[in-house]
């Protein structure tokens, strides 16, 4: 049969908007700066607030690097049990224990108005709300299609997580404004509380035996996509996983260092210009548009080109971007600096279409949570550049150094993905030798 003959239930489709929604959530991680801008006062730091956020203490940029830092660790560990209960419970029980645990999490920050609430309210509640929710969607929806839509379904549900910055940079602004960092905060909360219950509810998996469509051929082992679904002892057993989870860290250090700072890049940039230094969500919230069609546009046309070529392609220019940005900022060029930004916020939202792509493609869908669980402590590994970010920044007073040392770490990215081809199965190889 054809695949234009071919179609999936329309349980499939409800499973991937579904799943970018409880994402559209999830990603408050990326609106980040948002806070750390309301927080920080290099020369104020350790003083309490006044006015609308009284009680707040000021922080320095390490301190304000740390929550986020701590967050994304702690999201990329618990991806592996969150990955494990969508693969034995259901995707619906793990998105909806995973947001309101975030919900829970920023509420709690909100209310202790403390470094140390934000810490265990943003930091860990949050990481562990990210990382339970997160392993429910995509694996999900990624079950319902062929190895040929991988890479644009992924994209579509993971674009929901970076596209939250786009509403969530500019409501945060406004919240903050108005009610001031609590008031932020347990708005949000009671928010995504609301949307991750009723979205969550509509996540299913393929019944059992379920098949499907896919392209003529599709039905076979590839040299880029197996049909053998490979269990998670097997996996570590290949250095092809490890290969994946390198690719990973050197592909989300960049976009986590320009993500921790976008907001301050654009005050920096725009100095002068009253508009943008009173607006500097604009850039975040760019950027968080940009991350989502990086994910759905990367996806789409890794489906196309391949995986490899997508991400070298996405790397290399990223590198571009990243070595001109000290140059940029000096310049003032608010025009190149947006480009410049949006470029690595694209390779950032890519990567994360591309690997459960490539972690399906190596290792088959079956297993998916748990796998790509596993490939995910790449992601959470990458968070060293945000910190390393904020060190060098309060050292030297800009971040021009660590530009340069995420540039070429995205370079190293690109070679070791010409190295890296997927493994074969045990199950393969034999049968290729009683064909042979």
Request: some cysteine; hydrophobic content about 50%; overall charge positive.
């Amino acid at each position: 049969m054809s695949q234009q003959n071919q179609t999936v239930p329309t349980q499939a489709w409800v499973t991937v908007f579904a799943g970018m929604a409880i994402n559209l959530c999830l990603g408050i991680l990326y609106a980040w700066s948002i806070w750390k801008s309301a927080l920080v006062d290099v020369d104020k730091a350790g003083q309490t607030m006044e006015g609308i956020n009284a009680g707040w203490v000021y922080l320095n940029n390490a301190q304000a690097a740390t929550p986020f830092s701590l967050c994304v660790i702690i999201f990329a560990l618990l991806m592996i049990p969150g990955g494990r209960i969508q693969d034995k419970i259901s995707p619906k029980f793990g998105a909806i224990l995973g947001g309101l645990t975030l919900a829970a999490g920023c509420i709690i920050a909100g209310l202790m108005k403390s470094y140390t609430g934000i810490m265990i309210g943003f930091g860990i509640l949050g990481g562990i709300g990210m990382g339970i929710g997160y392993a429910a969607p995509t694996p999900a929806a990624l079950k319902w299609f062929g190895p040929h839509k991988r890479g644009l379904i992924a994209g579509i549900v993971v674009g929901g997580y970076g596209g939250a910055a786009l509403y969530i940079g500019a409501l945060g602004s406004y919240l903050i404004k108005n009610y001031g960092i609590t008031g932020s905060f347990v708005g949000l909360g009671v928010f995504f509380a609301a949307v991750v219950v009723i979205a969550g509810s509509m996540l299913k998996t393929p019944p059992e035996g379920y098949k499907p469509p896919t392209l003529s051929g599709g039905n076979v082992a590839t040299a880029n996509s197996t049909i053998t679904n490979w269990e998670a002892s097997d996996v570590l057993k290949t250095w092809q996983f490890y290969a994946l989870v390198v690719m990973f860290i050197l592909t989300t250090q960049s976009g986590l260092l320009i993500i921790a700072n976008a907001n301050g890049l654009l005050m920096k940039t725009a100095k002068g210009m009253d508009f943008f230094v009173a607006n500097g969500w604009i850039l975040v919230s760019f950027g968080g548009l940009v991350n989502a069609l990086g994910r759905v546009g990367t996806g789409f046309y890794s489906d196309k080109i391949g995986r490899l070529n997508a991400y070298c392609l996405n790397c290399g220019i990223s590198a571009l971007c990243l070595f001109s940005l000290p140059y940029i900022i000096s310049t003032q060029n608010l025009l190149l600096l947006f480009l410049a930004v949006g470029i690595a916020y694209w390779q950032y939202g890519g990567g994360l279409a591309l690997m459960p792509s490539f972690t399906s493609d190596f290792f088959g869908p079956k297993n998916l949570g748990m796998n790509y669980g596993l490939v995910f402590i790449g992601w959470g590994l990458g968070f060293f550049m945000a910190r390393l970010g904020g060190t060098i920044q309060d050292v030297t007073g800009s971040l021009n150094n660590a530009f340069y040392i995420s540039g070429g770490l995205l370079i190293a990215g690109v070679v070791l993905a010409q190295m890296t081809r997927r493994p074969m199965h045990t199950d393969e190889e034999r049968v290729g030798k009683a064909t042979a």
